[in-house]
């Protein structure tokens, strides 16, 4: 396979997003696919409980929320052309049958966030005016905004953007309706006869449902649940505190107004507890506390179970040395993802034990999996590795074999072997890396990605930073794992977390080594790549190896630790870093760089701020060991992205990316002058 048709193999693909399932018989998958003109990614549904998967959805617009009623029933958020010819303003909310079409269930100016439905009692999050009380003040207040042409947001809290979109000028709130409600006549109306097509085209029937909102704490809703029974929700909210402008709070909140709201969790300083799941007979949830990462303390997660009654607190699987995301299987028995040695796994136990045992994964196996929901006697989830795209199964609870559903998205062939890399670190910890390699004999050019985080692992496909263009076009692609990974137990964070430019690094340059080592990689021609954590890292490694690298590649990267900090949507960061920053920022080496750098940043950035890329950028140009040379020319390159954010998201951007890094390293590593894309003008 050519390069060019690897990268458009990859970004023209089907990619699968998500599962739902009503519990019993049937699964529902979100994908998304190129729109007809081949240049933005909408999302659609199909229904994979059969032999193969069925889209039950149309249009140009994607999906947004969905669930899933028992009854079969799919309750999903999408804008619809109106009688008028034009889209909608805002997402409405629809219902489709098994059989039949989709019918506007209500509308909300500002769309819908988030979509629960328990008990035929339905829960929503959605965006609210800061001065309307009920869904009616909301419509107005908002349509009075949108005509006076107003964009201005004041805030009173942090953080004022999130990602790469700003918050506000609303509140995210809670909202309820009692399907009950819809009017005998709904189903219908709903489904007109019983050859109906199922795909979805809406109908022009009035809105059937109204809302009513919950009263919710003051602060920023980050999360909720809802217990099976539907007679009260978990709400998680930050708010600002002496010592930490985000801790978080937990309130049990009752769906109906009969008893009044409690607070569970308090506000802490240096941690917060984060909703996992409801058991199913309502009386205790899952809790992660994660222990903030500051100068003095690592970043740890560990699970509790939260009794509703009592309000005690007690460990799960207190033994176990891995981040679980888990859900009830039953009121005593967690079934939980972890990430696992470069690989994932899926661990099953009761509450009470003292640690769980692995129902499938590990050793032996490649797949990493995400978004268990309980089936029956299994679990669906996605399941991916490095050199398979994500895919839907079902986990047998008691015998773990796995079982592939119909997938709508598209299988893309394998570019070459995947191998594994192991090595010692400074301190004799041991550590690996997966090694992707072209096909035939070599030897090699190589290029390290380091992953971002800083907390993962390269255990799973990307579509951002895939493998298969660079194996593709000749290059051998090394994916390590070093300190602060995860899947390697809490020493691996502890190794690193203190300084982000030490182990990390140095177990990196440990793999390098131990790969171009071997007779089928090239020692004279490698590169470091990286986003993010990653990004921090290749600026620092451009700093510290002189020449031991062709040339670097940054994207979305952290260069002033300090101004950093202070600019990011993450609270966190500047407290964390204030002691490491005088040591370990990239910034204070600017004058050891030698390479060529191509540094990429997004614009809409706000997890790290444009002017990070922008710091760095000046520095290279007057800064580093080699700036603009006697014509007022550099090796240096910027690729910037005005409307992208932390990453690189629509269909022609990310072409360009990968052609541009593509063509960087083919300049540097390999000699060759290659051409930029002409779509960059």
Same mark, same amino acid.
């Given at each position: 396979?050519?390069?060019?048709?690897?990268?458009?193999?990859?970004?023209?693909?089907?990619?699968?997003?998500?599962?739902?399932?009503?519990?019993?018989?049937?699964?529902?998958?979100?994908?998304?696919?190129?729109?007809?003109?081949?240049?933005?990614?909408?999302?659609?549904?199909?229904?994979?409980?059969?032999?193969?998967?069925?889209?039950?959805?149309?249009?140009?617009?994607?999906?947004?929320?969905?669930?899933?009623?028992?009854?079969?029933?799919?309750?999903?958020?999408?804008?619809?052309?109106?009688?008028?010819?034009?889209?909608?303003?805002?997402?409405?909310?629809?219902a489709?049958?098994?059989?039949?079409?989709?019918?506007?269930?209500?509308d909300?100016?500002?769309?819908?966030?988030?979509?629960?439905?328990?008990?035929?009692?339905?829960?929503?999050?959605?965006p609210?005016?800061?001065?309307?009380?009920n869904?009616?003040?909301?419509?107005?207040?908002?349509? &009075?905004?949108?005509?006076?042409?107003?964009?201005?947001?004041?805030?009173?809290?942090?953080?004022?953007?999130?990602?790469?979109?700003?918050?506000?000028?609303?509140? &995210?709130?809670?909202?309820?309706a009692?399907?009950?409600?819809?009017?005998?006549?709904?189903?219908?109306?709903?489904?007109?006869?019983?050859?109906?097509?199922?795909?979805?085209?809406?109908?022009?029937?009035?809105?059937?449902?109204?809302f009513?909102?919950?009263?919710?704490?003051?602060?920023?809703?980050v999360?909720?649940?809802?217990?099976?029974?539907?007679?009260?929700?978990?709400?998680?909210? &930050?708010?600002?505190i002496?010592?930490?402008?985000? +801790?978080?709070?937990?309130?049990?909140?009752?769906?109906?107004?009969?008893?009044?709201?409690?607070?569970?969790?308090?506000?802490?300083?240096?941690?917060?507890?984060?909703?996992?799941?409801?058991?199913?007979?309502?009386?205790?949830?899952?809790?992660?506390?994660?222990?903030?990462?500051?100068?003095?303390?690592?970043?740890?997660?560990?699970?509790?179970?939260?009794?509703?009654?009592?309000?005690s607190?007690?460990?799960?699987?207190?033994d176990?040395?891995?981040?679980?995301?888990?859900?009830?299987?039953?009121?005593?028995?967690?079934?939980?993802?972890?990430?696992?040695?470069?690989?994932?796994?899926?661990?099953?136990?009761?509450?009470?034990?003292?640690?769980?045992?692995?129902?499938?994964?590990?050793?032996?196996?490649?797949?990493?999996?995400?978004?268990?929901?309980?089936?029956g006697?299994?679990?669906? +989830?996605?399941?991916?590795?490095?050199?398979?795209?994500?895919?839907?199964?079902?986990?047998?609870?008691?015998?773990?074999?796995?079982?592939?559903?119909?997938?709508?998205?598209?299988?893309?062939?394998?570019?070459?072997?995947?191998?594994?890399?192991?090595?010692?670190?400074?301190?004799?910890?041991?550590?690996?890396?997966?090694?992707?390699?072209?096909?035939?004999?070599?030897?090699?050019?190589?290029?390290?990605?380091a992953?971002?985080?800083?907390?993962?692992?390269?255990?799973?496909?990307?579509?951002?930073?895939?493998?298969?263009?660079?194996?593709?076009?000749?290059?051998?692609?090394?994916?390590p794992?070093?300190?602060?990974?995860?899947?390697?137990?809490?020493?691996?964070?502890?190794?690193?977390?203190?300084?982000?430019?030490?182990?990390?690094?140095?177990?990196?340059?440990?793999?390098?080594?131990?790969?171009?080592?071997?007779?089928?990689?090239?020692?004279?021609?490698?590169?470091?790549?990286?986003?993010?954590?990653?990004?921090?890292?290749?600026?620092?490694?451009?700093?510290?190896?002189?020449?031991?690298f062709?040339c670097?590649?940054?994207?979305?990267?952290?260069?002033?630790?300090?101004?950093?900090?202070?600019?990011?949507?993450?609270?966190?960061?500047?407290?964390?870093?204030?002691?490491?920053?005088?040591?370990?920022?990239?910034?204070?080496?600017?004058?050891?760089?030698?390479?060529?750098?191509?540094?990429?940043?997004?614009?809409?950035?706000?997890?790290?701020?444009i002017?990070?890329?922008?710091?760095?950028?000046?520095?290279?140009?007057?800064?580093?060991?080699?700036?603009?040379? &006697?014509?007022?020319?550099?090796?240096?390159?910027?690729?910037?992205?005005?409307?992208?954010?932390?990453?690189?998201?629509?269909?022609?951007?990310?072409e360009?990316?990968?052609?541009t890094?593509?063509?960087?390293?083919?300049?540097?590593?390999?000699?060759?002058?290659?051409?930029?894309?002409?779509?960059?003008?």
């Open positions: 396979m050519t390069t060019d048709d690897a990268v458009n193999t990859l970004l023209d693909a089907r990619r699968l997003q998500g599962l739902l399932t009503d519990r019993s018989d049937r699964v529902i998958a979100r994908y998304s696919s190129l729109d007809a003109e081949g240049s933005s990614y909408i999302t659609h549904l199909a229904d994979i409980s059969g032999e193969s998967p069925r889209r039950i959805t149309r249009g140009h617009q994607s999906i947004g929320p969905a669930a899933l009623s028992d009854s079969g029933t799919i309750l999903f958020a999408a804008k619809r052309t109106g009688t008028d010819g034009k889209d909608s303003e805002s997402p409405s909310l629809w489709l049958p098994r059989t039949g079409e989709a019918r506007k269930l209500a909300h100016e500002g769309g819908f966030s988030r979509i629960e439905l328990e008990a035929e009692t339905l829960v929503v999050q959605v609210v005016h800061t001065w309307a009380e869904e009616d003040e909301h419509q107005t207040l908002s349509r &009075e905004r949108r005509e006076a042409k107003v964009s201005g947001i004041l805030h009173s809290g942090f953080p004022i953007r999130r990602w790469d979109h700003d918050l506000g000028p609303g509140r &995210e709130t809670l909202a309820v009692d399907l009950r409600t819809i009017p005998d006549d709904f189903d219908e109306e709903l489904v007109p006869n019983s050859s109906s097509s199922g795909e979805g085209s809406p109908t022009a029937e009035p809105a059937a449902l109204n009513r909102h919950l009263w919710l704490p003051p602060g920023r809703l999360d909720w649940a809802v217990d099976e029974a539907a007679h009260f929700v978990l709400v998680q909210v &930050e708010k600002p002496p010592g930490q402008l985000e +801790a978080s709070e937990i309130w049990q909140i009752d769906l109906h107004g009969h008893i009044a709201a409690r607070r569970l969790i308090d506000a802490a300083a240096d941690h917060a507890y984060g909703i996992d799941a409801i058991s199913p007979d309502g009386t205790r949830a899952l809790l992660t506390r994660e222990q903030f990462w500051t100068s003095t303390q690592n970043l740890s997660a560990t699970l509790e179970v939260l009794d509703l009654e009592s309000g607190l007690s460990p799960v699987w207190p176990a040395d891995h981040w679980f995301d888990p859900i009830w299987a039953d009121d005593s028995t967690i079934v939980a993802a972890a990430d696992d040695h470069g690989r994932g796994s899926v661990f099953i136990g009761d509450v009470n034990d003292d640690q769980p045992r692995r129902l499938v994964g590990g050793a032996g196996q490649k797949y990493a999996f995400s978004g268990l929901q309980l089936q006697l299994s679990v669906v +989830a996605t399941a991916s590795a490095i050199d398979v795209a994500p895919l839907p199964i079902a986990i047998d609870l008691v015998s773990g074999q796995i079982s592939e559903l119909a997938n709508p998205a598209t299988v893309i062939d394998e570019y070459g072997p995947l191998a594994e890399v192991a090595a010692e670190g400074d301190d004799g910890t041991a550590v690996r890396a997966w090694l992707a390699l072209p096909d035939g004999e070599g030897p090699f050019p190589l290029v390290v990605f992953h971002g985080g800083p907390w993962g692992s390269w255990n799973s496909w990307t579509y951002r930073w895939n493998p298969g263009p660079f194996t593709a076009a000749g290059y051998a692609v090394l994916l794992d070093p300190a602060i990974s995860t899947g390697y137990g809490q020493s691996m964070i502890d190794r690193g977390q203190q300084e982000l430019g030490g182990a990390p690094f140095t177990d990196i340059l440990a793999l390098a080594d131990a790969a171009v080592a071997r007779p089928d990689i090239d020692a004279e021609a490698t590169a470091l790549a990286g986003g993010s954590y990653g990004g921090y890292m290749a600026n620092w490694v451009a700093g510290h190896t002189s020449e031991r062709n670097i590649v940054t994207h979305a990267s952290l260069w002033n630790t300090t101004s950093m900090g202070r600019t990011t949507d993450n609270a966190s960061w500047d407290v964390a870093m204030r002691k490491q920053s005088g040591t370990y920022s990239p910034h204070l080496f600017a004058d050891r760089i030698e390479v060529p750098m191509l540094v990429i940043h997004g614009d809409k950035d706000y997890r790290v701020p002017g990070q890329g922008q710091e760095l950028w000046y520095d290279l140009l007057s800064r580093s060991k080699t700036p603009l040379d &006697e014509n007022g020319l550099t090796q240096h390159r910027f690729l910037y992205f005005p409307d992208e954010g932390h990453w690189v998201a629509g269909r022609g951007n990310a360009v990316w990968y052609r890094v593509l063509a960087f390293l083919d300049k540097h590593v390999l000699g060759i002058d290659a051409e930029r894309a002409r779509t960059l003008g």
